[in-house]
C-alpha cells in the first residue's frame, strides 16, 4: 500500500466523510452524522489520505472538564489492517492532549484496537452509573437502535 498521511479534515472532505461513514451506520457500527453536522464539526475530524483518496476518518468529541471520546472511527475495507486505524486514534489522542483533555473514552465493537493503545475497559454497569458519562448516554445512547441489545464495550484513557 502507498504511504498514508493523517491530517485534519477540511470542509472539502464532507461528503466524503458522510460516504464512509453511510454504510456503517448501517451496520451499526458508527451513528449517524448528517454532512451538515459533519460541516459544523469539522474541526474535530483528523482523516487518513492515501494520495488524493480519503481512506479513513475519526472524529473528537468534547464533553467540556476534560472528558473527550472517540468516535466516527471508520477506515474503508481496501486499507483496512494497514494501521490507519491505530493511527487516526493516536493521531486524536494527541488533539485532546493539545485541547486540555484529562480522560478519552469510547464505546466500540472493536475494543483490541483501542486497548493496544492503552485504553482500559470500563465494565458497561460502571460506565451507565458514573455521572461523568451521563451527557454521553442522554444524547447518543438514548437514541442508539442498539439500546435494547448494546454489544459495545466501554473503553478509557487517562491521556492528562
Ligand atoms: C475498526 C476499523 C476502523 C479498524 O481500522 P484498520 O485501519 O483496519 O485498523 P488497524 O489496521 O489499525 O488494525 C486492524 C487490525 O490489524 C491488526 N493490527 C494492527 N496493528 C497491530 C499491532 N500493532 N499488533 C498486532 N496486530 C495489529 C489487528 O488484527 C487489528 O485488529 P484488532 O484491532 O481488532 O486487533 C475498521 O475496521 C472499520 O472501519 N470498521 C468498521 C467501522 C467500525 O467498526 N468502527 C469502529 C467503531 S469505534
Redesign the pocket.
Known sequence: MNSFVIEPATPDDVESIAALLAP?VIKQ??LPRSSSDILEHIGNFRVARVGDRLA?CVALRDFGGGLFEVRS???EDD?????????LVKNVLSLAVERGGIEVF?L???P??FT?LGFEEVPMESFHRDDKYHEKIWSDCRLCPKIDCCDEIALRIRVG
Open positions: 456503517n457500527s458508527v479513513g472511527l471508520v477506515v486499507y483496512s489492517g494497514c494501521g490507519l486505524g491505530s493511527a469510547t466500540t465493537i472493536r483490541r484496537l493496544r
